[in-house]
């Protein structure tokens, strides 16, 4: 079993920044990719970023392309994502989540485990 323990979020002015922390723990007997989805209000939960095992492809949602960032230390079992230049509609729940494979993933039906989310609200 996995568990995925995250940190970092909090409120912020538009155009700021934040960082997100995922720690991994558990019985882990498997390279996995990584990745971080968010959830507004009324919304549905949607990508942002993912991560391979060995860091090499990264994807991004469009909306925040160019103004986030995923990394991952498999040493210390931790990904991060890392969030510039906010914008308001940034404001949602964010979840971090593994998934038994090495290669990296947006569709959120193929990860087995998640964190316990962290809001993160950008005011304008």
């Known amino acids: 079993q996995v568990q995925l323990v995250q940190s970092g979020g909090g409120l912020v002015q538009a155009g700021g920044s934040l960082r997100l922390s995922c720690a991994a723990s558990?019985?882990?007997?498997?390279?996995?990719?990584m990745g971080w989805f968010r959830q507004a209000p009324g919304k549905e939960r949607e990508f942002v970023a993912a991560?391979?095992?060995?860091?090499?492809?990264?994807y991004y949602a469009d909306s925040v392309q160019g103004r986030f960032a995923i990394s991952r230390d498999n040493a210390k079992n931790t990904v991060y994502l890392q969030m510039n230049s906010l914008k308001p509609e940034d404001t949602a729940a964010y979840y971090c989540?593994?998934?038994?494979?090495?290669?990296?993933?947006?569709?959120?039906?193929?990860?087995?485990?998640w964190g316990q989310g962290t809001q993160v609200t950008v005011s304008s």
């Open positions: 989540a593994a998934r038994p494979y090495s290669d990296a993933s947006s569709n959120q039906n193929t990860y087995n485990y």
């Open positions: 991560d391979s095992w060995s860091g090499d492809n990264t």
């Open positions: 558990g019985r882990i007997r498997f390279r996995y990719a």
